[in-house]
């Protein structure tokens, strides 16, 4: 039979069922695994196009990396080192209010992309101004996305108010529709910038349209407290009666949460998305990811932006949460390897709802999966791939990147990006935003 790509590997984590295929080949044709099977079996069966040697390598799904603000790779570094609110009040937004744009937008996803790619993401979840741009840079470069139909009460260069939010995020809905790669998602940035009636036009919305609904939630102690004091709700309370706490809410951060909490999003089947480094070098606090798992909340992995953590490196991410939920749990088998390369992958997948096409190695879902040459001083002796590939490996081991089929990582290399033409952008984006940090916003 004749396949367009088949890639022999020395091992092929499928994440579902939680296990390693030893000297295994999958089988790709237009787009999709056709078969997953022993090597040996493979090369007698299948004839292909392409065929793909990875004899040192784990082939598993590819990563996904459920909340990003990609555009801010512009801002990383900016101001590091201050806690949330100053970081936001006093530069971030300051520096946003001065230079967004559409070439900010499409400059910053691209060298997100980029960064996404090299280390084995295939999928991310955006929320972000401009998404129309990003939606562009997604088509251009072959990655999957969902992309974040963005909310704010307050006007942006994008949008003047609520209403100007959603009337534009609809019509993007409506023009992507017929996308492959892409879907899109409401993204009401956090109960404490969209009041109730928006956030209600939002629940019924995502409803009548079965899209998702991504927000910031429990992020900082202050947010839960400055909310019980001018409501005397907590925002996970607040979301409920509005509506929005269902199967379809991607609540990100969630570090502060009580027993009631975690009940309340058991019972409601949400979705919590771990940004653990952001979350820590920003000093908000930590999410309960165990305690979440134990209860039966789907958890995925998020970086956040690049502007608070500083990376899109979702291997950094996977080790630091493992470290952080055994510590908290004070149990050294809390979160292992298998559970932490779920969270990376098919837990992502069915919090962006595209786990009947992503996050897996099983037959008929596209082919989004990594190689990684496991073939190296950081993870040789190698016992179990599972824990090399959580405990010591880096994304810089990432040889080999494929969506839909389609390589966009060959050897290292890029396949849909000029690497060149990225740094020289963003090494003249960061002498003009450097150049105005701390000064007043020009007026318009």
Known sequence: MVVDTLIHARWVLPVVPDTVLDHHSLAIDAGRIVDLLPTDEAR?????????????????PGLINAHTHAAMNLLKGLADDLPLMTWLNDHIWPAEQRW???????????????????????TFNDMYLFPETAARCVQQTGIRAVIGLIAIDFPTP??????????????????LKSETLITTAFAPHA???????????????????GLPIHIHLHETASEVEDAVAKTGERPI??????????????????????????????????HVIHCPESNLKLASGVCPVPALLQAGVNVALGTDSSASNNDLD???????????????SGDAAALPAGTLLAMATINGARALGIDDRAGSLETGKAADLIAVNLNQIATQPLYDPRSALIYAASRQQVEHVWVAGRRLLSHGQLTTLDETDLLDRAREWGKKIAASDSQPAACD
Not at 44 to 60: G, K, M, T
Not at 192 to 208: F, G, M
Not at 314 to 328: N, P, V, W
């Open 158 to 175: 994008w949008a003047s108010d609520a209403d100007d939010y959603l009337r534009k995020g609809l019509a993007l809905h409506d023009e």
């Open 314 to 328: 979702l291997f950094s991410e996977m080790r630091t949460a493992a470290l952080l939920g055994k510590g908290l």
């Open 100 to 122: 967004l744009s559409e070439d900010f937008v499409r400059d910053g996803t691209n060298l997100a992309i980029a960064e996404m790619l090299r280390g084995g993401v295939t």
């Open 44 to 60: 007698q069966r299948y004839q292909a196009a392409a065929v793909i040697e990875c004899p040192d390598h784990a082939v598993l």
């Open 191 to 209: 109960p404490y910038t969209v009041s109730d009636e928006p956030l209600q036009r939002i629940a019924t919305l995502a409803n009548e349209l």
């Open 237 to 270: 309370r607040r979301l409920h009666r509005l509506g929005l706490l269902d199967h379809r809410l991607m609540a990100v951060h969630m570090t502060q949460l009580d027993d009631d909490d975690i009940a309340l999003a058991a019972a409601q089947r949400i």
